[in-house]
């Protein structure tokens, strides 16, 4: 393989921009040919293609966000929009095309697959929703706002003496709130993956003002199906504690990555490179499992069900007793 390409597609996620650096220059290291597509796969269409240098990444691992922009793109899923993406790489003679994104991305980078084009899907999403990977680039930048967010919070909760709902992202997943909830020391955490238990959320909310607690904090992931200000009604007229509530919304998705998520996108990104040399590649998604970079077959890795460690649910009920 000779020339390659990356882009960055949905939503944006802190650490994609260290993953478009180590891409680039592990690439330029091996003394591949690497482009950058912007506005992911609608840029393609666009023919949004430019070669990058060592320098192209300079000055872009610290931030949050995405330097090739990104983009959700309806005409990648039609025929002729589809066509023209392949179209593009032919004309650029792009063979192997590194897709930094979240599932629906990885599903794109399936039908290009399908085309004949070698695809490596990292996984960049705050939500933490890839079943695959134990962890995906920019969630844990995402847990330490939350986090920080929460102490704010918890100081003004604390003051007024009462509870705040704080409802938070992660989509059909609830690994932010309960990372967040238990790092944090939230006395309820709702996730979508788990039944709502109303008796025992008022009930911890009671017992913690009879000990003397001052304030309660309850981290609802916005999958659950009741919502936020439901929530926080529920709890007032069952509690008479008087209940505020929070929608984080999109500080969620910035900031400066994490050293964490830096080192983790560093490592995925050299690892997509390094597929991509050996002969006679197939596509793949690079993920993380304990401490190791692991990688499976891309269609394999979009199969896997399931993303929530029930484990660190009961663990956070243990801490919230
Ligand atoms: P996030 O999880 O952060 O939202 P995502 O990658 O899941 O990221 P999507 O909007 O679902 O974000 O997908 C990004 C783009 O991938 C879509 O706009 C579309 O262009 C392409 N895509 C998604 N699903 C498919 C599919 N089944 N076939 C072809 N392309 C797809």
């Keep these: 393989m000779k020339r390659i390409a990356v882009l960055t597609s949905g939503g944006d996620a802190p ?28 840029g393609l269409i666009n ?30 899923m039609t025929p002729e929009g589809f066509r023209r993406a392949l179209d593009m790489l032919q004309n650029f003679e792009i063979e192997g095309v590194v897709v930094i994104g979240g599932d629906g991305s ?29 962890f995906t680039i920019g969630f844990d930048t995402s847990v330490n706002t939350v986090l920080s967010a929460l102490g704010n919070i918890r100081d003004t909760s604390s003051s007024h003496e009462r509870s705040t709902v704080i409802e938070v992202m992660g989509r059909h997943c609830g690994d932010i709130a309960l990372y967040a909830g238990l790092t944090g020391g939230a006395e309820s955490i709702l996730i979508p993956e788990e039944p709502v ?32 200000q439901e929530l926080a009604k529920t709890i007032e007229e069952r509690t008479g504690m008087e209940t505020k509530v929070v929608v984080l919304g999109y500080i ?10 830096r080192m ?20 793949k998604a690079v993920g993380v499992k304990g401490d190791e970079i692991i990688y499976y077959d891309l269609e394999e890795a979009l199969n896997m069900k399931g993303c929530h460690d029930k484990s660190l649910m009961e663990l956070a009920e243990i801490m919230s007793i």
């Design 47 to 76: 023919g949004e293609i430019k070669e990058l240098s060592v320098g192209s990444v300079s000055d872009i691992l610290q931030r949050g966000g995405t330097w090739l922009k990104t983009a959700r793109s309806k005409r990648f």
């Design 264 to 283: 983790l996108a560093t490592r995925m990104g050299y690892k997509a490179v390094e597929l991509l040399l050996e002969e006679g590649m197939t596509s």
């Design 197 to 228: 238990d109303m008796n025992k959320i008022c009930r911890t909310l009671i017992q913690g003002k009879n000990r003397g607690k001052m304030h309660s904090i309850i981290l609802r992931a916005e999958g659950v199906e009741m919502s936020t």
């Design 252 to 261: 969620q998705r910035g900031g400066s990555p994490t050293a964490r998520d």
């Design 15 to 42: 650490g994609m921009n260290a993953a478009i650096r180590a891409v680039v220059r592990g690439a330029l290291y091996h003394k591949l040919e690497v482009y950058g597509i912007e506005r992911g796969y609608e």
């Design 106 to 134: 990885f599903r794109g980078g399936l039908e290009l697959t399908k085309a004949g084009i070698t695809v490596i899907g990292l996984p960049g999403t705050i939500d933490n929703d890839l079943a695959y990977t134990d």
